[in-house]
């Protein structure tokens, strides 16, 4: 993570926060607004928790699993905390993101060390939160207690947190994320998102513009326009009319120096037409979806509550790689939703063969309290789970091996993001959101390269640089 320091010396008090972000990527948004909110008030990002003055864990409630690994870190903290007070010093502890908005309080019953619970909705009050935790740790320190403050902003405020949030600093190697949207409607019985992030948002079609001219501005040349539903989107423009995503997407496209733009996380049923066409038609629109199925039996996506069968997906499916013949498909799974028996699972094991996924996410069922799934009768057993996810991951992994091969012998397009473990050596993603690893110079950090690919894998490709196809500044 890199370190910004903001404010010159003696300005502002030095003080250091650290973010851990857990889940997915409107987290990894989240947590550089975080850090953008914090940043007036002299905080620098730290490397590891001990380094820091404020930890805050931005967490994701999906899953169990995920969930509960959020309170072993909270132990583990609670005793750095310790160790601190008995030095004379203190450890600020904030829990952000998903699990805080679903348990709220519980997470100070259950860990007293915490000082602050943030949900996603309440992020530009963070200030406000500290200076409260501030207070209310001293009057608990001078009685010697070890609790923590344990403010709290749960709250879904009317106004929209965006219109209180700094401008974002997050460009990483010329790729930035732009969220969007926010919430989700559906409710699919499985699900937690409905209830933690909110009912449906769209951000004013003139907010996501300056933002994403900002972020061109601070050397962004990859947008990823992020939402929980983000096709649902449907942004009031500034003559009253709504825009969908594709409209969004055209606009984007128009803005000078947007080389690269991508979305993530669909619904099938908000793939519309023009949607669809803006993959054929827009150049920058790189080809490559993340479109989640779940499952491929019409008789679990319909207890699922996904408002599809499997017959709108793969004609969806179709009409897209008419538009877009190369066009690389990603998707979510989940095995052993209620109910699903040996056929259930066959129906979405033929539908992967049938389709053919570039990448996959794919998960057991997990049962979340207060969703309706969990109090759905033939649970799976865990051990029904884990064969069916074995077997499903390997297909995809065939499927995703394949697909690097085939690009073996190309020459691609690399938005190179990182340096490799190796030295010399760097790492970038083709269009088709693949890893590339290549011998280069990091200036080339943060630029598009052609790479002629020479071996394809099982998670990456490795290439070598085209010479001639770039100039390095100097
Ligand atoms: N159990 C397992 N996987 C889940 N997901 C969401 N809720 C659950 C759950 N209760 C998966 C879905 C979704 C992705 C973000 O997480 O596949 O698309
Ligand atoms: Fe969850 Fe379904 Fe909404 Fe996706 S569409 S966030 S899976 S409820």
Same mark, same amino acid.
């Given at each position: ?7 010159? *010396? ?41 380094? %820091? ?34 030095? =004379? ?42 200076? *409260? ?24 405020? %009317? #106004? ?9 600093? =997050? ?10 949207? *926010? ?16 009912? #449906? ?36 423009? !500034? ?11 055209? #606009? ?122 969990? !109090? ?81 894998? !099982?998670?990456?490709? !490795?290439? *070598? ?5 770039? #100039?390095?500044?100097?």
């Amino acid at each position: 993570m890199k370190d910004v320091r903001t404010g010159s *010396e003696g300005q502002c008090q030095r003080k250091r926060v650290f973010i851990r972000t857990y889940g997915c990527q409107m987290n990894v948004y989240d947590s550089d607004r975080m850090a953008d909110v914090l940043r007036p008030l002299g905080y620098a990002l730290a490397d590891t928790p001990e380094q %820091a003055d404020l930890v805050v864990l931005n967490t994701c409630h999906i899953r169990e699993h995920a969930s509960e690994k959020v309170y072993s870190e909270l132990g583990r903290l609670r005793d750095t905390k310790a160790e601190r007070r008995a030095e =004379g010093r203190d450890l600020t502890i904030a829990v952000a993101g998903c699990v805080a908005q679903a348990e709220g309080e519980e997470i100070v019953k259950r860990q007293p060390a915490v000082d602050i619970v943030v949900g996603p909705q309440a992020y530009h009050r963070l200030p406000e939160l500290l200076a *409260e935790a501030e207070r209310k740790s001293s009057i608990l320190r001078a009685g010697k207690r070890l609790p923590g403050a344990g403010v709290l902003d749960t709250e879904f405020p %009317a #106004e929209s947190k965006f219109d209180h949030l700094p401008s974002p600093q =997050g460009v990483r190697a010329g790729s930035a994320f732009l969220s969007i949207q *926010e919430g989700c409607d559906k409710f699919c019985t499985f699900c937690v998102v409905p209830y933690t992030r909110g009912v #449906e948002y769209s951000r004013p079609v003139s907010a996501v513009l300056a933002e994403a001219k900002q972020l061109v501005t601070a050397g962004a040349i990859e947008l990823t326009l992020l939402g929980q539903n983000v096709n649902a989107y449907h942004g009031e423009a !500034a003559d009253g009319s709504t825009w969908s995503l594709a409209r969004l997407i055209r #606009e984007l496209a128009e803005i000078e120096g947007v080389a690269r733009l991508r979305y993530t996380t669909s619904h099938p049923r908000d793939m519309d037409d023009d949607l669809i066409r803006a993959h054929g038609e827009v150049p920058q629109l790189m080809p490559y979806l993340h479109l989640p199925v779940q499952s491929g039996s019409d008789r679990i996506l319909e207890a699922m509550n996904r408002r599809h069968g499997r017959d709108l997906f793969l004609d969806i499916v179709d009409r897209l790689r008419s538009a877009r013949p190369d066009l690389a498909l990603s998707s979510d799974f989940i095995v052993g939703f209620p109910g699903e028996s040996d056929a259930d699972f066959d129906d979405t094991m033929h539908l992967i063969d049938q389709v053919g996924f570039t990448s996959a996410f794919s998960f057991k069922y997990s049962r979340r309290p207060g969703t309706p799934g969990a !109090a759905l009768p033939d649970q799976v057993p865990e051990s029904v789970k884990a064969a069916r996810l074995a077997a499903l991951q390997a297909l995809l992994g065939r499927q995703a091996r394949e697909f690097n091969v085939s690009k073996a012998g190309t020459t691609v397009p690399v938005l190179f993001a990182e340096t490799g473990r190796k030295p010399g050596q760097i790492i970038g993603k083709t269009p088709w959101l693949q890893s590339v690893y290549a011998e280069g110079n990091s200036r080339l950090i943060g630029r598009i390269v052609d790479v002629r690919l020479t071996e394809g894998h !099982a998670n990456s490709l !490795a290439g *070598e640089i085209v010479t001639g196809s770039y #100039e390095v500044a100097a």
